[in-house]
Every structure is written in C-alpha cells, then in structure tokens.
C-alpha cells in the first residue's frame, strides 16, 4: 500500500451518525495531519497530530495515531451535510524533508 | 490576512504551448511548496522552495518544468510544452517557518486542462 493510505474509499451515512476513517503508512514520521477537500475546491488542514502523541480533539474531530501500527483514524461525531467532501491524511517522514505525502483519500458522502 | 492565493483559477492551454502557474503565499511566509492532484488522487509532491532557492524539486519531473520564488514576487511553475498527461490541479502551500512542525496553507489551486 502507499504512504498515507486512507479506508475505506468512500463512505455514505446518515446526518448525525458518526463517520470513522483510517489511514495506514509505512516509514516513520514525525507528524500525520488530516486535510479536507471539497469537490473542486482547495485542501482546508483540520488537525496535526505529532510522533509522540496519541490523541488530539478539534471541535467533532477526534484524531488518533498509533505509531507501532503505523495507522491513524479520524472520527467526525454528530455528522452535518456540510461534512460531505473527501479527507486525506498527510504524512511528515521522520528524517525526510518538509514535504507532505498524502494519501489518495476518502470520500465522505452525508445523507440529509 | 489574505490566505494562500493562486492565479489563474482555471487555464486552458494546447499541447505544446507554455503554462504559467502563479503563487502568491500568506503574508509573513516565506516557504512554498507545489504539490499536483490528478483527478481521483492525493496530492504529490513536486517542488519546496525558499525565497530565491530551490530545496527539494525531488517530485518535479525532469523535463518541462520548473519553479522559482523570486526575492520580490509571487512563485511561479512553469510548464513548458504541456502534454495531455498535464492535465491536473496544481496546489501550492506556505508556511511561515521550515520543518514539519508546522502547517502548510493551502491555496484555492489552479486546474489546468490541456486540450
């Protein structure tokens, strides 16, 4: 699999219910951040989460990282309509450069 | 503060002709990074630069392309002789400090079509 490889690629739930979406790499890192996109639009960052932490709260958003399975998953509570768009995750390689690697995302449908 | 800006939104060009992609980053920033998204993809990586220096063009493709960040003035990619396979949105990020700790800016992004 790639560098930052989201699950599943798409998904469609009801308003309200939760959304879950996971994300795998391979090499080490020194962050993992989640982006969103909506449909022909540019990335907005939602959350950063570092190496050496396993748990990070935005608002909905809960992020957690669990680096000795290299995956992270993002949890979008209490769904909105407006959440529908597609969410990559990025990964900051530990002794690479300043360069994001993202993953070919999730497609995030919300039924109203 | 204005957020990343790119120009044009849009652009059309031939097989063969040039495409001039331009950047402006958030005020106060002076890292810039190219990243292209072909359609149903993620982002890759192609060129970071500094204020007048390339960093790492290590995702840029060997021919055609090419990236400044002039001392004064937006970023510009460049794309000379597109081809079909061009066809992508090109996004630019900044940031104000080098180093993963931080977040990269995202801009609207400029969808090229290349007929």
């Known amino acids: 699999s790639q560098q930052g490889e989201e699950d599943p690629q798409a998904l469609s739930i009801q308003e309200g219910e939760n959304a879950t979406m996971n994300c795998s790499y391979k090499t080490s890192i020194n962050n993992l951040q989640w982006y969103r996109q909506n449909s022909g639009r540019g990335l907005v960052h939602l959350i950063l989460?570092?190496?050496?932490?396993r748990e990070k709260h935005s608002g909905r958003l809960r992020v957690t990282l669990d680096t000795s399975k290299k995956s992270s998953s993002l949890l979008i509570t209490a769904s909105r309509a407006a959440d529908t768009a597609s969410y990559f995750c990025a990964t900051g390689q530990m002794f690479g450069n300043e360069k994001l690697t993202f993953g070919t995302g999730t497609r995030l449908t919300i039924i109203p | 503060n204005a957020g990343v800006m790119q120009n044009p939104r849009h652009l059309v060009r031939r097989r063969g002709q040039e495409a001039r992609l331009r950047c402006s980053p958030m005020k106060g920033h002076s890292h810039v990074y190219w990243y292209r998204q072909l359609p149903e993809e993620g982002l890759k990586f192609m060129v970071y630069l500094q204020k007048e220096n390339i960093i790492d063009e290590s995702g840029m493709p060997k021919e055609r392309f090419s990236a400044e960040f002039p001392k004064e003035g937006p970023s510009i990619l460049r794309i000379q002789q597109v081809v079909r396979g061009d066809s992508a949105a090109y996004f630019c990020?900044?940031?104000?400090?080098?180093?993963?700790?931080?977040?990269?800016?995202f801009g609207p992004g400029t969808r090229l079509t290349v007929t």
């Open positions: 989460i570092r190496s050496n932490e």
């Open positions: 990020a900044s940031s104000p400090y080098a180093g993963l700790a931080y977040e990269q800016y």
